[in-house]
T-cell receptor, first 114, second 112 residues
Framework: QQQVKQSPQSLIVQKGGISIINCAYENTAFDYFPWYQQFPGKGPALLIA?????SEKKEGRFTISFNKSAKQFSLHIMDSQPGDSATYFCAATGPNSGYSTLTFGKGTMLLVSP | DSGVTQTPKHLITATGQRVTLRCSPR?????VYWYQQSLDQGLQFLIQ???????AKGNILERFSAQQFPDLHSELNLSSLELGDSALYFCASSTLAGNEQFFGPGTRLTVL
């Protein structure tokens, strides 16, 4: 059972464009939603995270939008740059696991063309 | 560089064999997590240790086991290896259970 569904699988965006990656979750006990960025040959690294008490969180060019009623959240990358080309994973966790167990989406491979 | 180290970087072995993957957490981190990353299953949580004790278990096969030693480094043991065990194995660490997890560079396991 896939508890976090992520789309699209891959995405090509022109430099300067907006990249949008969507995730949907099933478990209503989840209340912490991080996004990870992974470059080839490296481990995932935390990019930005949100809790459901806010509908949006922005850090630089990266924004998370959260819709609690729809159980959906998305990552927006504004002014996308070639250096943003990487695989992005959404994840979810909650108090049931002491925020220890991260359930990941299957990832989105983003390519930003120059 | 996350500060988490994993060895070896690559491992090639045969079906039926046993291997040990090693992880050294960031200095001061008490919690260690193991993940498996494959193309079809994505990133899957296997197991977590906190200060030497098993804290949480995910989709870890019975052929797999792990432990965390007094110096806080951890080892993941994979036995009776099958072709389907070929994957990237990541270790992550955090200061306390539930805090931000920092991932190591991974060990790529190939079972032939």
């Amino acid at each position: 059972q896939q508890q976090v569904k992520q789309s699209p699988q891959s995405l090509i965006v022109q430099k300067g464009g907006i990249s949008i990656i969507n995730c949907a979750y099933e478990n209503t006990a989840f209340d912490y939603f991080p996004w990870y960025q992974q470059f080839p040959g490296k481990g995932p690294a935390l990019l930005i995270a949100i809790r459901p008490d806010v509908s949006e969180k922005k850090e630089g060019r990266f924004t998370i939008s959260f819709n609690k009623s729809a159980k959906q959240f998305s990552l927006h990358i504004m002014d996308s740059q070639p250096g943003d080309s990487a695989t992005y994973f959404c994840a979810a966790t909650g108090p049931n696991s002491g925020y220890s167990t991260l359930t990941f989406g299957k990832g989105t491979m983003l390519l930003v063309s120059p | 560089d996350s500060g988490v180290t994993q060895t070896p970087k690559h491992l090639i072995t045969a079906t039926g064999q046993r291997v040990t993957l090693r992880c050294s957490p960031r200095s001061g981190d008490l919690s260690v997590y193991w993940y498996q990353q494959s193309l079809d299953q994505g990133l899957q949580f296997l197991i977590q240790y906190y200060n030497g004790e098993e804290r949480a278990k995910g989709n870890i096969l019975e052929r797999f086991s792990a432990q965390q030693f007094p110096d806080l480094h951890s080892e993941l043991n994979l036995s009776s290896l099958e072709l389907g065990d070929s994957a990237l194995y990541f270790c992550a660490s955090s200061t306390l259970a539930g805090n931000e997890q920092f991932f190591g560079p991974g060990t790529r396991l190939t079972v032939l």
